[in-house]
């Protein structure tokens, strides 16, 4: 019944930056993780961000915290991906992703521990390189 929609993606030069966008609807619990997650060609997904709305904590793994932010635009029902210092090795194609669960915990322990295992996805934008 949750649909994301994710926008944004495209083509970016090194160095540059990058908003992405995931507008989300349905029915949805109240509290929930929502996160951003990557998967370049030929790789396994990767989780880059998310928030833990009840609160509105966000987690990052340790290796990208601070090129990456995550946040969530409530009245837009938007979540919102701004990524800066783009490199090459960034092409990938990004999703928007959502898992419910009521202890952010939970939440806190997927990133760190770089599960992808949501419950919910978008179907995802692409970046690239010029």
């Known amino acids: 019944h949750v649909q994301l929609v994710e926008s944004g993606g495209g083509s970016v030069q090194a160095g540059g930056s990058l908003r992405l966008a995931c507008e989300f609807s349905?029915?949805?619990?109240?509290?929930?993780?929502m996160a951003w997650v990557r998967q370049a060609p030929g790789k396994e997904r990767e989780a880059l961000a998310s928030?833990?709305?009840?609160?509105?904590?966000?987690y990052y793994p340790n290796y990208r915290r601070g090129r990456f932010t995550i946040s969530r635009d409530g009245a837009a029902n938007t979540l919102i991906l701004q990524m800066v210092n783009l490199t090459p090795e960034d092409t990938a194609t990004y999703f928007c992703?959502?898992?419910?669960?009521?202890?952010?915990?939970?939440?806190?322990?997927?990133?760190?521990?770089?599960?992808?295992?949501?419950?919910?996805w978008g179907r995802g934008t692409q970046v690239t390189f010029s």
């Open positions: 928030i833990w709305t009840a609160t509105g904590r966000t």
């Open positions: 992703a959502a898992y419910n669960t009521r202890d952010g915990g939970v939440c806190e322990y997927k990133m760190h521990t770089g599960q992808t295992d949501y419950r919910y």
């Open positions: 349905g029915y949805m619990p109240s509290s929930y993780c």
